[in-house]
């Protein structure tokens, strides 16, 4: 994959920046926890053939100073973790 037509791509979904997976080829989107294959070497940018990450996958996602997070305000990520913990036994 060249880099410069790497960095055109951007999700379909969230226009976020796409991590380039070369082991797996695969485009991995760490907003919205998607991979995009790439087949003969042509990046299939669509979702419904967009794999979804694991847990694992996910969390090693790009760190902030790559400048990641800029490109969206979405907080997908961020969530109100209210309801964890209410679950207390009362006895
Ligand atoms: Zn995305």
């Known amino acids: 994959m060249d880099k410069e037509l790497l960095a055109l791509l951007v999700c379909p ?7 380039y997976d070369r082991d797996q080829a695969e485009l991995r989107c760490h907003f919205d926890g998607l991979a995009y294959p ?3 070497d042509i990046p299939v940018m669509l979702e419904e053939e967009a794999r979804v990450m694991s847990v694992d996958e996910k969390l090693n996602k790009p760190s902030l100073q790559d400048g990641g997070l800029s490109a969206m305000g979405q907080g997908s990520e961020q969530k109100d973790g209210q309801e964890a913990g209410s679950h207390k036994p009362t006895a």
């Open 13 to 19: 979904l969230c226009q976020g920046k796409l991590k």
């Open 38 to 40: 790439i087949r003969d």
